[in-house]
């Protein structure tokens, strides 16, 4: 099992940045890769960007490429996530997803990212 503990989110004006963490522990060495997904209110959650845990390959959303940065610290077992040029449409729960090489998956508690003047 991996367990996983996203902090960093707020409230952030309009062209802001902020910067998302997602720490995991446990059994790590049998993570595939993680994702970052958000979930607005009466929106279906989404995929926002993903990375490979062993190879550092990265995907994006159309919407956020170009701000959003997905990287990975290896020392610290731990995915961040830097938004910049943050817009009012970014506003959602956002949610770190690991899965695993054996097809298992596992979901963080969510955190709250306004994005409000």
């Known amino acids: 099992q991996v367990q996983l503990v996203e902090s960093g989110g707020g409230l952030v004006q309009p062209g802001g940045s902020l910067k998302l963490s997602c720490a995991a522990s446990g059994s790590i060495v049998s993570i595939y890769a993680v994702g970052w997904y958000r979930q607005a209110p009466g929106k279906q959650r989404e995929l926002v960007a993903g990375?490979?845990?062993?190879?550092?390959?990265?995907n994006y959303a159309d919407s956020v490429k170009g701000r959003f940065t997905v990287s990975r610290d290896n020392a610290k077992n731990t995915v961040h996530l830097q938004m910049n040029s943050l817009k009012p449409e970014d506003t959602a729960v956002y949610y770190c997803n690991a899965e695993g090489t054996t097809g298992w998956a596992s979901w963080g508690q969510g955190t709250q990212v306004t994005v409000s003047s």
């Open positions: 990375i490979s845990w062993s190879g550092g390959v990265t």
